[in-house]
Structures are given as C-alpha cells and as structure tokens.
T-cell receptor, first 112, second 109 residues
C-alpha cells in the first residue's frame, strides 16, 4: 500500500504570513490532488497536478509536483483567516486506475 | 446541478447492528467511490463502483459491502457494527474529476 505523509500535521500562523505544506511518498503517482476540507463537509478539490515539475497557481496558492512525481507542496502567500481548514493531498496509484490514496492532512489555522 | 448528495447526514447505531448509507452521484457521473474518514485522519478508500460492479477495493473487511444501481446511485452497507466503525463516510463521484458529498457521520455506541 502506498502511503502519503503530510507535514506539518498542525500549523497555526498569523494572518499575512506565508506557509508551505508538504506531501511526500516513496512511491510514484500518476497524478496528485490537493483538497481542502472544512468541518462537517466533504473535501473540495483545489488542484490536480499531473506532470513532474508542474507548478499551478490558484490565486495566493501555489502547488508544485515533484520532478519524480513522488512529492508535492502547497505554498500559501499572505494567509487569510478564510484559508483555515484541513488540507489533504491525494495520489492516484500508478498501477491501478482511480484508486486514490489520501494523506492524513494538515490542519491549518490562521489567526486574525 | 445538486452535486453529490448523501443520506442520512447523521446516524447513531449500537454495536452489532447493521447500517445502510446512500449516495447520489453528480449528474453525468457513472463512477462512485466510498471512503471512511476517522476523526483527525484523511479519508481511507473503501471501494469503488462502476457499471454496477465493484471495480476496486481497499483494505476493509467483508462486513463492508456495497451496491450500485442502474441510475448510478450507490449504497454502502456495514454489518455487525463495531465501535471503531464510528467515522465520517464520504461518497465521491467522478467523471474526469472527483467530487465529494458532505458525508454521513456514523456514531456506533
């Protein structure tokens, strides 16, 4: 079973600061997704990265897929209280279609 | 478009009972996956249904079973409930992109 490890598990920072969340695995994924989940709701897809080295930007969020497609990072610039939530990375197993493996998540809290 | 819907939203059962959770996929989606999310954890893949057949399965015992209907809606059944089955159960439907429902929170006492 492929595992995705996320770090840090918890992060509490002041509004306006920058932060980076990491998602690492020893295995290769055909694609990797980042989700944000708020209490009482299902995860909402933020981005999918497919190509090694790919960088995608979503307003103040920057996502990068590692060259070897084993790891990814999410960088948030000038964090705002609305960014608070559980950030999950999830990878598509390379060997089989449509079986998505989730990391345990990073719980982010932005203090006003 | 209503997106992915799940019912019920909350459920309380006792050990040994059986439960059925329901999911309606997003319009146009024919694939439904079920996940279990324990408190403080990421979702864990239970199984996936496509064309009314179980296509993939995660590391869950046979107490967890499912079904997909011709209209692509799906059910998750859990027999002989254990305290450890308490979790948020998420359904996701996919076409090119996977969309999650709000989940059913199951509490086993």
């Amino acid at each position: 079973t492929q595992l995705l490890e996320q770090s840090p598990q918890f992060l509490s920072i002041q509004e306006g600061e920058n932060l980076t969340v990491y998602c690492n695995s020893s295995s290769v994924f055909s694609s990797l997704q980042w989700y944000r989940q708020e209490p009482g709701e299902g995860p909402v897809l933020l981005v999918t990265v497919v190509t090694g080295g790919e960088v995608k930007k979503l307003k103040r969020l920057t996502f990068q897929f590692g060259d070897a497609r084993k790891d990814s990072s999410l960088h948030i610039t000038a964090a705002q209280p609305g960014d608070t939530g559980l950030y999950l990375c999830a990878g598509d197993e390379y060997s089989s279609a449509s079986k998505i493996i989730f990391g345990s998540g990073t719980r982010l809290s932005i203090r006003p | 478009d209503a997106g992915v819907t799940q019912s019920p939203t909350h459920l309380i059962k006792t050990r040994g009972q059986q439960v059925t959770l329901r999911c309606s996929p997003k319009s146009g989606h024919d694939t439904v996956s079920w996940y279990q999310q324990a408190l403080g954890q990421g979702p864990q893949f239970i199984f996936q249904y496509y064309e009314e057949e179980e296509r993939q399965r995660g590391n869950f015992p046979d107490r967890f079973s499912g079904h997909q209907f011709p209209n692509y809606s799906s059910e998750l059944n859990v027999n002989a409930l254990l305290l450890g089955d308490s979790a948020l159960y998420l359904c996701a439907s996919s076409g090119e992109t996977q969309y999650f429902g709000p989940g059913t929170r199951l509490l086993v006492l």
